[in-house]
Nanobody, 126 residues
């Protein structure tokens, strides 16, 4: 069971990136998937979550209207489309799983999530 986040990079403010969370060893569609980020010197925080049952998507206020989370079950991958990036979006982005619904569990450091994989660095310059 392993998750791998990818797609990060260095972009300028206002640009876009799409992050991928790929799974090996298990089907992602059985799980709620959360995206989290950790900026230098700060605690990890939740960004977005997509539920396993109704596929509902959830976001923190800071990214609503700019980020979109989605699933690709054929490729066993969850994506995070990030538009209009801001310098405060800079950080290492991680994905993780949870058997239960999103609810508010993804807000905060994600202590109820597991299967954390290696993150991908997103740097947004001003």
């Amino acid at each position: 069971v392993q998750l791998q986040a990818s797609g990060g990079g260095l972009v300028q403010a206002g640009e876009s990136l799409t992050l991928s969370c790929a799974a090996s060893g298990f089907p992602l569609d059985y799980y709620t998937i959360g995206w989290f980020r950790q900026a230098p010197g700060k605690e990890r925080e939740g960004v977005s979550c997509i539920a396993s049952d109704d596929r509902s998507a959830h976001y923190i206020d800071a990214v609503k209207g700019r980020f979109t989370i989605s699933r690709d079950e054929d490729n066993n991958t969850v994506y995070l489309q990030m538009n209009n990036l801001k310098p405060e979006d800079t950080g290492v982005y991680y994905c993780a799983t949870r058997p239960q619904k999103c609810r508010d569990a993804f807000i905060g450091p994600g202590d109820t999530f597991s299967n954390w994989g290696r993150g991908t660095l997103v740097t947004v310059s001003s």
